[in-house]
């Protein structure tokens, strides 16, 4: 058995569907997957195609590039811009639009902008160039924070002074909250993020039956995973339980990855609040480094406009995050909003609903659109 | 299932019998077919390995190896034997390879091979009877559910489906339109997710806290000291150059449900 699974046998994927048809019943559900991985895979494999009308899924907020504002991509280019500074980046970030452009339109009005696969990679230019500053824009939930953690403390340690980090990373439990105190959404459960609970466990997510009396069940990425975590919503909400679960425990456990959550304490600690891309401002939902790090923290070396930037009038990014509105009902979908012409944040990441869905989903809705077909 | 009534499967298909092409393996049959025809156009060498039955693994090789019929090419197959298979067949095989294995479910040498496949970059193709493996267990399983495996592996059910592989491999080769592939990325930017998640291998430990592992058929150091220490072989979740969990931790506790996994690994690991 490989152990992220390519869970995709279609035997055992029919009588999934099976299953959640009969437990949906003639009722309506709605789940919303947390994860843009999930959404990825949604579409991807067409599984919105198979499942019942009667569940409808949600994609929410899980994507970590969808939900920088424009505001910090624009922080992000005037640092890049300053003299002697290499900026690096995840690939993912390199395109996604700020009020002034994108990194590689910096990029090619002379910025020193590359892309590394990991903020380690980031620390060894700066080590192999000490004559120049090296930045590295930090975006991310808990899974990829304690990547960044780790680094700063090797810079630390080795003292590379020319090494800081532009830090915007994120973390899911207070949107999944701000979801559920959102007055324009109905949801009847939601399918928790697999990777992220690797990190942080399943405990955070206890709040979601305890407080809002919503089932929630952890779950993988292949499309099995995720039918089974459907049903599994299903079975509990039949049962008149509530609670969390884990369909994933062959990588998620209970308690994370303490020694994790440990790294992640000691060298960042919790913004007050910051702004979210169509969720507004969220208190105590974002990373920040800790005072120790300061030397390493690009927000204290460099000038940062700092100014917030409103999301272009037509696009929709923020319903579309919230589960509001699905990708093509934005006015600008497919049409001024590509993955080439991105407008709007959801169409850059390959995790992004909109990118998700233009690249996989879209001619299947058309074709059924002409064929009169239910879609 | 007494052997009277057992679906004579090979036997109907060589008298011209119907088959009924609506059940498995058929199905999965034409996508691995597809599959491998692909890798087969992009250089690939298929390995193949059969511990329970070596005369299988040898067999599939040569029938993909030689050209039996005039004006069909010859598709690279090699025939792996070794006591230590996952270690011979990590040597051989290069990203974009096929591993091809003949075996029951229950065969710990194959399983620990299909499960390093994504780390190596290769396609991994599981072709059996008896009790199917895990879903997932291999990208293609190719799977007699009925059959009794060591009856269907003499008696020449499981040559009837890597017969049929062989020919719908080539089938696919006469429909050139078949073989391509998505495009090649032409993007200016490596679209690196920030929030990716992949599957590694470890192959050698480093001093400091790093690893080097193979993932997706790279080498690539990454840094391993969030987890337990690691050994070379373990397969471990990467998230940004950095291990976030070991799956040999996990192994255990997915397979302390007789439902998820299989009792051979189970017992290897305690």
């Keep these: ?375 | 299932m007494t052997e009277s009534t057992r679906p004579d499967t090979f036997a109907d298909a060589r008298a011209g019998a119907r088959v009924d092409v609506s059940a498995d393996p058929w199905t999965e049959l034409a996508f691995a077919s597809l599959s491998i025809a692909r890798r087969f156009a992009a250089s690939a060498t298929m390995w193949c390995a059969s511990p329970q039955w070596p005369s299988h693994g040898r067999h599939v090789a040569v029938e993909f190896v030689h050209p039996v019929i005039v004006g069909k090419r010859a598709l690279p197959a090699v025939s792996v034997e070794s006591t230590d298979l996952v270690g011979a067949v990590r040597l051989l095989a290069r990203p974009g390879d096929v591993v091809l294995a003949i075996g029951t479910a229950d065969d710990p040498r194959v399983t620990r091979l299909m499960k390093r496949a994504d780390a190596w970059g290769v396609t991994g193709l599981w072709i059996g009877a008896g009790p199917r493996p895990p879903a997932g267990a291999a990208d293609h399983v190719v799977w007699f559910d009925g059959l009794d495996a060591t009856f269907s592996a003499r008696r020449g059910d499981l040559v009837l489906l890597y017969h049929l592989l062989w020919e719908l491999t080539h089938v696919v080769f006469e429909h050139p339109g078949l073989l391509a592939v998505d495009a090649p990325c032409t993007d200016d930017v490596c679209v690196t997710c920030s929030d990716e998640g992949r599957v590694a291998e470890v192959a050698v430990v480093l001093d400091g806290g790093r690893a080097e592992v193979l993932a997706a058929g790279h080498l690539e150091t990454i840094d391993v000291s969030l987890i337990d220490p690691v050994a070379p072989g373990d397969l471990v979740l990467v998230h940004a150059g950095v291990a976030i969990t070991s799956f040999s931790e996990a192994r255990r506790e997915a397979f302390s449900d007789p439902q998820r996994g299989d009792v051979s690994e189970r017992k290897r690991d305690e």
């Design chain 1, 1 to 375: 058995m490989r152990f992220v699974d390519e869970y995709r046998d279609p035997a055992a994927a029919r009588a999934l569907v099976s299953q959640i048809t009969e437990l949906a019943g003639d009722d309506h559900f709605k789940f919303m997957e947390v994860c843009g991985g999930h959404t990825h895979t949604i579409y991807r494999h067409g599984i919105e195609h198979v499942l019942p009308p009667s569940v409808e899924l949600v994609h929410g907020p899980g994507c970590p590039v969808c939900v920088i504002p424009m505001g910090r991509i624009d922080d992000a280019i005037a640092v890049a811009e300053t003299r002697d500074v290499v900026f690096t980046s995840f690939g993912d970030m390199m395109r996604v639009p700020g009020g002034e452009g994108n990194l590689l339109q910096a990029k090619a009005r002379g910025a020193d902008v590359r892309f590394v696969y990991s903020p380690l990679d980031a620390l060894r230019i700066a080590v192999e160039s000490p004559d120049r500053d090296v930045v590295f824009f930090a975006v991310g939930f808990e899974t990829t924070a304690p990547s960044t953690a780790l680094t700063l403390l090797q810079a630390r340690e080795h003292n590379v002074t020319n090494f800081s980090v532009f830090c915007n990373h994120v973390t899911i439990v207070p949107p999944i909250k701000a979801i559920l105190e959102s007055p324009d959404l109905r949801l009847d459960g939601f399918l928790g993020p697999g990777h992220v609970s690797t990190v942080v466990g399943q405990r955070p997510y206890r709040f979601v039956p305890a407080q809002y009396g919503k089932p929630l069940v952890t779950a993988g990425f292949e499309p099995l995973d995720i039918l089974q975590a459907i049903a599994m919503l299903l079975v509990q909400i039949r049962e008149g339980r509530c609670d969390v679960e884990n369909q994933s425990p062959r990588v998620v456990k209970e308690d994370g990855n303490p020694r994790a959550l440990r790294l992640l304490a000691e060298v960042f600690e919790l913004r007050p609040h910051f702004e979210w891309r169509g969720l507004g401002f969220i208190s105590q939902s974002a990373l920040k480094l800790r005072p120790e790090f300061a030397a390493h923290d690009a927000e204290l070396r460099y000038s940062v406009p700092g100014v917030r930037v409103a999301d272009p009038k037509a696009c929709q990014c923020g319903e579309v995050l919230k589960g509001v509105i699905k990708p093509w009902e934005c006015k600008v979908f497919g049409t001024a909003c590509t993955p080439e012409t991105p407008i709007g944040t959801c169409m850059v990441s390959s995790e992004g609903a909109c990118a998700a869905y233009y690249n996989f989903g879209r001619l299947h809705r058309e074709a059924a659109v002409a064929l009169g077909r239910p879609v």
